[in-house]
């Protein structure tokens, strides 16, 4: 150990009582700030993944779409894409924004055409037994009796006030022009399934059947409005979705065909989430510059008081940067000791609100009933380093101050 450290480590036991209070305070503010930070952080991370989670279970990691047109040769598209490198499947389907009325409400929905075989392996929220379960066209199709099926979101169901079994009619605005004017279309389907995705957009507004019914209603053939594409890596799929338009276009001599990925077709909310996180780091980071002025304030009150200490190390020999590095090292070892208590209070907290789930949310008001954590080496690594890096800051002018001392002046005032 070098005299430096030797000397630095000596301070730090220091019995004077007002030094030591500051010193324990810092160390204080310090680990609460820290601790906060990491907890905060994890469940904003938790959030997000969460989010990402539940949105991916719904929607596709990447959406191909037509100007002015639909896919009538989509099933060639589809291999196409399937080709192309990245890409894990594609499906095939029918969007349209429709009416369903049961026999005593009316609403609003976003139909959603699908081909159980294909998107039971795209929509996780929905296992593709279930789809095809509710969804397969049987022998019965094509007869009076038969009435298709279709699977609503929950809060969907609840505001058309129906179960499952019950009779609703599909009400699509591409009906014909008759002799009085233009008439929807309209069709009988019974509620084969209802299904929570567990975000109230989806549950409040989706509603699925089967690819060919979808095509009846809307009288557009046998071709398809979109074709969805699940990627092997979701933080690629931006790349992928240019390179699918961009191949797409080559090989069809035309500019028609453009894509959507996930992060795009969601920017907004996930935007939301990351400044939100920023301004959480932010104000929690406060907490430990606050306590990194206590590091500061402390550091002073003992140059006050080793004056003639100083002098003395100097006189004997001792460099301005050999006085600086006693005072940054004591500094540096209230900050590293609050940081460590405060990163294993941290984790601690953050273990303790994933496995136990003592802290419980109200469902109407949240998308989720319990904190979810998700903890990051890379946070954790970002906060302690943020913490690290003030609380040297917070040494230097102290440490200067010590450096800059006249030993002579110092011993005859001292």
Same mark, same amino acid.
């Not at 001792?318 to 294993?344: E, H, N, P, Q, Y």
């Given at each position: 150990?070098?005299?430096?450290?030797?000397?630095?480590?000596?301070?730090?036991?220091?019995?004077?009582?007002?030094?030591?209070?500051?010193?324990?305070?810092?160390?204080?503010?310090?680990?609460?700030?820290?601790?906060?930070?990491?907890?905060?952080?994890?469940?904003?991370?938790?959030?997000?993944?969460?989010?990402?989670?539940?949105?991916?279970?719904?929607?596709?990691?990447?959406?191909?779409?037509?100007?002015?047109?639909?896919?009538?040769?989509?099933?060639?598209?589809? !291999?196409?894409?399937?080709?192309?490198?990245?890409?894990?499947?594609?499906?095939?389907?029918?969007?349209?924004?429709?009416?369903?009325?049961?026999?005593?409400?009316?609403?609003?929905?976003?139909?959603?055409?699908?081909?159980?075989?294909?998107?039971?392996?795209?929509?996780?929220?929905?296992?593709?037994?279930?789809?095809?379960?509710?969804?397969?066209?049987?022998?019965?199709?094509?007869?009076?009796?038969?009435?298709? /099926?279709?699977?609503? %979101?929950?809060?969907?169901?609840?505001?058309?006030?129906?179960?499952?079994?019950?009779?609703?009619?599909?009400?699509?605005?591409?009906?014909?022009?008759?002799?009085?004017?233009?008439?929807?279309?309209?069709?009988?389907?019974?509620?084969?399934?209802?299904?929570?995705?567990?975000?109230?957009?989806?549950?409040?507004?989706?509603?699925?059947?089967?690819?060919?019914?979808?095509?009846?209603?809307?009288?557009?053939?046998?071709?398809?409005? $979109?074709?969805?594409?699940?990627? $092997?890596?979701?933080?690629?799929?931006? $790349?992928?979705?240019?390179?699918?338009?961009?191949?797409?276009?080559?090989?069809?001599?035309?500019?028609?065909?453009?894509?959507?990925?996930?992060?795009?077709?969601?920017?907004?909310?996930?935007?939301?989430?990351?400044?939100?996180?920023?301004?959480?780091?932010?104000?929690?980071?406060?907490?430990?510059?606050?306590?990194?002025?206590?590091?500061?304030?402390?550091?002073?009150?003992?140059?006050?008081?080793?004056?003639?200490?100083?002098?003395?190390?100097?006189?004997?020999?001792?460099?301005? !940067?050999?006085?600086?590095?006693?005072?940054?090292? !004591? %500094?540096?070892?209230? /900050?590293?000791?609050?940081?460590?208590?405060?990163?294993?209070?941290?984790?601690?907290?953050?273990?303790?609100?994933?496995?136990?789930?003592?802290?419980?949310?109200?469902?109407?008001?949240?998308?989720?009933?319990?904190?979810?954590?998700?903890?990051?080496?890379?946070?954790?690594?970002?906060?302690?380093?943020?913490?690290?890096?003030?609380?040297?800051?917070?040494?230097?002018?102290?440490?200067?101050?010590?450096?800059?001392?006249?030993?002579?002046?110092?011993?005859?005032?001292?």
């Amino acid at each position: 150990m070098t005299f430096e450290y030797f000397i630095g480590n000596r301070y730090l036991r220091v019995k004077q009582t007002f030094v030591s209070l500051i010193t324990i305070l810092s160390i204080a503010g310090i680990t609460i700030g820290v601790m906060a930070l990491i907890i905060v952080i994890a469940v904003m991370s938790g959030a997000e993944a969460e989010f990402r989670s539940r949105i991916l279970g719904v929607e596709s990691h990447v959406m191909i779409m037509r100007y002015s047109s639909a896919f009538t040769d989509y099933r060639r598209i589809i !291999k196409d894409i399937e080709k192309i490198d990245g890409v894990k499947t594609a499906s095939p389907y029918v969007f349209s924004q429709i009416m369903l009325r049961s026999s005593s409400r009316v609403s609003g929905a976003v139909l959603r055409g699908i081909d159980p075989g294909s998107a039971g392996q795209a929509i996780k929220s929905l296992d593709k037994a279930f789809l095809e379960q509710r969804l397969i066209k049987n022998q019965n199709a094509g007869t009076p009796a038969f009435v298709p /099926g279709i699977i609503l %979101g929950q809060e969907l169901a609840r505001n058309l006030g129906v179960i499952e079994n019950d009779i609703i009619y599909l009400i699509s605005p591409r009906g014909m022009i008759a002799p009085i004017g233009h008439i929807p279309a309209m069709k009988r389907f019974k509620v084969t399934g209802i299904f929570e995705s567990g975000m109230y957009e989806y549950d409040t507004s989706l509603a699925y059947v089967h690819i060919k019914d979808a095509q009846s209603i809307l009288h557009i053939g046998d071709s398809v409005t $979109n074709i969805g594409v699940r990627v $092997n890596d979701i933080y690629k799929a931006d $790349n992928i979705a240019e390179n699918i338009a961009e191949n797409l276009n080559q090989k069809y001599k035309t500019g028609s065909y453009w894509a959507r990925d996930w992060m795009q077709m969601n920017r907004n909310l996930f935007s939301a989430l990351k400044l939100e996180k920023k301004a959480m780091f932010i104000i929690l980071t406060l907490i430990v510059l606050v306590a990194a002025f206590n590091i500061a304030s402390s550091l002073i009150m003992m140059v006050m008081g080793k004056t003639k200490d100083i002098a003395i190390l100097k006189a004997m020999g001792a460099t301005d !940067k050999s006085i600086r590095r006693i005072f940054v090292f !004591k %500094g540096m070892i209230v /900050g590293l000791t609050g940081t460590v208590i405060g990163m294993c209070l941290g984790l601690t907290g953050c273990i303790l609100l994933k496995h136990y789930e003592f802290i419980k949310l109200p469902g109407d008001v949240y998308y989720f009933t319990t904190l979810p954590v998700k903890l990051e080496a890379l946070d954790v690594f970002v906060i302690v380093s943020a913490a690290m890096i003030i609380c040297y800051l917070a040494t230097l002018y102290p440490a200067r101050q010590a450096s800059k001392l006249n030993p002579v002046e110092a011993i005859r005032y001292g």
